[in-house]
């Protein structure tokens, strides 16, 4: 079995891509990569981040094309647009720049669209921003609470792209061109049940109507009103419809991490974590 080479493109964030990644020997790369950075390479990860600008974007997705890179994964991630309709069109350039990356070269390159709805210690960070108050026991919500939500570590993130990129440069039809991961999945109901068990109090839940967020999405663009929409209309559940048997057969290559061991080891509070 032949090595392959793969860069990373900003992978030094959140994202633990470059860290999964180079273990197996890839290396990690600014967002200034021209064809010729590229000569040789297998596979490029696109990790830049939402403050990349569709430009720089586009440009990594060209020069991988040009330096005939055979597996190209986009900056995706997230929440898979097509399951949210018209209230998903705050993140519609993620869509555009894939779209553009799998238009190059006539199509040759395989082009990997990877869906991870939440990064399980991104949305405790951000849960002040989603109406979730840990620390205060009250979650102020839209839509349905007892609907479930998918969720990623950033570690099972990591290692799953590894996984998908060795598996697509040997055989690129192996690997759908678009995927979801599920590490887990969980409602905020069961969420703020997990949190009383730990540390004991009184978790409250008030829900408002999801109809908010879709006029703020419709008028203001709102990101933040986007991702509430999904956690609230379910369309960001994909325990049963994912890749995780592929790229982690039987969790034979590594253990998923479970939001369940998260809040035991944070005791409840994992905003402090």
Wanted: proline fraction near 4%; charge should be negative.
């Amino acid at each position: 079995m032949s090595p392959i080479t793969v860069a990373i493109a900003g992978g030094t964030g959140q994202l633990a891509t470059a860290k999964e990644l180079q273990a197996q020997g890839a290396e990690v790369y600014d967002s200034n990569i021209t064809p010729k950075t590229l000569e040789g390479v297998d596979a490029v990860v696109n990790a830049l981040g939402m403050s990349a600008s569709k430009e720089v974007n586009d440009n990594l997705a060209k020069a991988a094309a040009e330096a005939g890179v055979r597996v190209y994964i986009p900056n995706e991630f997230g929440m898979d647009l097509k399951l949210l309709g018209p209230y998903g069109k705050p993140y519609a350039q993620k869509s555009i720049m894939s779209n553009y990356a799998r238009e190059l070269n006539g199509g040759s390159m395989k082009v990997i669209s990877i869906y991870t709805a939440a990064f399980l210690e991104v949305v405790f960070m951000m849960a002040p921003l989603i109406g979730v108050d840990i620390e205060n026991g009250v979650f102020n919500l839209f839509g349905d609470p007892a609907k479930p939500f998918s969720y990623n570590s950033l570690r099972d993130i990591g290692l799953s792209v590894a996984s998908m990129v060795l598996l697509a440069t040997r055989d690129p039809a192996s690997i759908p061109d678009h995927v979801h991961l599920s590490g887990g999945a969980i409602s905020w109901v069961d969420l703020a049940k997990l949190i009383e068990k730990e540390r004991g109090g009184k978790v409250t839940i008030n829900i408002g109507d999801i109809k908010i967020l879709e006029e703020k999405i419709e008028k203001e663009n709102d990101r933040l009103s986007a991702g509430r929409y999904a956690f609230g209309s379910g369309a960001a559940d994909y325990s049963a419809n994912n890749v995780n048997g592929l790229v982690n057969p039987g969790e034979s290559l590594w253990k998923w991490d479970t939001i369940e061991e998260y809040v035991h080891r944070t005791k409840g509070l994992p905003t402090r974590d």
